[in-house]
């Protein structure tokens, strides 16, 4: 019976061991199903941050890694008390503006709001100068008489027949 308390005691330390990451997990305060109003909350930051992998998808709509673990710092900070206003501003601090999916218009983020309107402005004069190019272009006048008889001789052809000397 000595023998049998040695693997009783190994087999309780090895379940408690085994059970205490799924302990830990349990301690995180996110918002789930029972706290609706932090879970409306949390959607409503996520649409008004970027995906910083995807970039043309807000946090809430990407399944990227960043965007996950962005989605898990917002629960922990509306967990912890914060305001959006201090979410947005710790985003913003820490992943800098592009992190926000409608960025402030100032001087960093000026080519983004520009760029679009600044490519459309420069395509309208590349396609003016194309179309103002074809038009001036003209078509030759047609050869006169002594123009034709002359080629035709340094070609080495004959009016009449026009076959080539030997």
Request: contains cysteine; glycine residues 6%.
């Amino acid at each position: 019976m000595t023998t049998f308390r040695p693997i009783a005691f190994a087999c309780t330390l090895a379940a408690a061991l085994l059970a205490a990451p799924i302990d830990a997990g349990a301690a995180d305060a996110v918002p789930t199903e029972k706290d609706p109003v932090a879970a409306e909350r949390a959607v409503r930051l996520g649409e008004k941050l970027r995906c910083l992998v995807c970039q043309n998808q807000t946090i809430g709509d990407s399944n990227a890694e960043l965007a996950v673990d962005l989605r898990r710092q917002v629960r922990e900070q509306i967990a912890a008390g914060k305001s959006d206003a201090e979410i947005i501003d710790y985003m913003v601090t820490r992943y800098g503006d592009f992190v926000l999916y409608q960025p402030p218009v100032k001087g960093t983020t000026l080519l983004l709001w520009a760029g679009p309107a600044l490519l459309l402005l420069l395509g309208a004069i590349a396609m003016w100068r194309i179309v103002q190019g074809r038009r001036r272009t003209v078509e030759p006048p047609p050869l006169t008489a002594e123009e034709r008889a002359r080629a035709a001789r340094l070609l080495g052809e004959t009016e009449a027949t026009g076959k080539k000397h030997p």
